[in-house]
């Protein structure tokens, strides 16, 4: 996040000051739209978000994802509860489940009281709430709409890793949702220069370095720590790119073995490559 194009005000906030961060204008202001009991928390959030990806400026950008990404919390909040949709009655529940925090109890309430009132910007949330709760899942990490939409270009033998690989970088970020910007870092990592042409990325001198890597390894034979039937190893060794190949090995043997099995047959293959 450069601070090129980026107008910086001097905002009155010793929490951001404290942690070397400075507010884009346009972001503080917007912030002042949000309802005034929820605005010193998001203030504090958008500065922990801050500190934990190592920007120092919270953007507009920033803030848009970071909200979005709440909403999907939240989403994913109510439908634990056992609600498909935002309903009042979901925030009774919420509460009965909060009772023992008073606090909690308080912001429900207030969210309740701001999601009532007949405001054309009330119904806008409460729209984006929906679309959320049709698209977030009860367990797991959740993806928004635009990474959905970035993945349907991954070429199908890197899918299954790259969405692993892809949700573990963001436990390591601390993300609570899973953005196309993860998706770029991660897939600058591990994916050849054509299939970040496929997906419109930009291919450097180093991607081309690396696929040259790939090119001399990819005939390189399987490593496999147990017996395999030819049919299976012809199947696995067609997997282009040697690291992944490798990790579609490791996590498939490891099935095999939980399932208490000790070759790994077409039929195991088959049924195991999916976890992978």
């Known amino acids: ?43 504090k959030l958008m500065v922990q978000r801050c500190v934990k990806r190592g920007f120092k400026i919270v953007t507009s950008d920033f803030l848009t994802e970071i909200r979005n990404e709440s909403m999907m919390l939240v989403s994913k909040r109510v439908k ?12 009774d529940v919420a509460k009965e489940k909060m009772r023992e925090s008073p606090r909690k109890v308080e912001v429900i309430g207030e969210i309740e009281d701001f999601l009532s009132m007949r405001t054309e910007k009330k119904d806008d949330i409460v729209e984006k709430f929906k679309s959320y709760m049709e698209v977030t899942p009860t367990s797991g990490v959740p993806w928004s709409k635009e990474a959905k939409e970035k993945m349907e270009k991954v070429p199908a033998f890197v899918l299954g890793m790259a969405k692993q690989t892809i949700e573990g970088r963001a436990r390591e970020r601390g993300d609570k949702m899973i953005t196309p910007d993860i998706i770029d ?10 299939a970040k042409e496929a997906m419109g990325m930009e291919v450097t001198e180093e991607d081309l370095k690396q696929d040259e ?46 399932a208490g099995k000790d070759v790994v047959t077409m039929d195991l293959f088959e049924q195991y490559r999916f976890t992978f």
């Open 1 to 43: 996040m450069g601070t090129q194009e980026i107008k910086i005000t001097d905002a009155d906030h010793p929490y951001a000051k404290e942690n070397g961060v400075v507010w884009a204008e346009e972001a503080w202001e917007r912030v002042k739209h949000a309802p005034e009991f929820v605005r010193p928390g998001i203030r």
């Open 80 to 91: 634990g509860f056992g609600f498909e949709e935002l309903s009042m009655d979901a925030f």
């Open 185 to 194: 870092e991660v897939f600058t990592n591990i994916m050849p220069s054509s």
């Open 213 to 258: 890597q790939i090119n001399k390894d990819k005939d390189a034979p399987v490593e496999v720590s147990m017996k395999w039937e030819d049919d299976a190893l012809d199947k696995v060794s067609r997997i282009p790119i040697p690291f992944i190949r490798n990790m579609a090995v490791k996590r498939i043997e490891q099935e095999v073995t939980k």
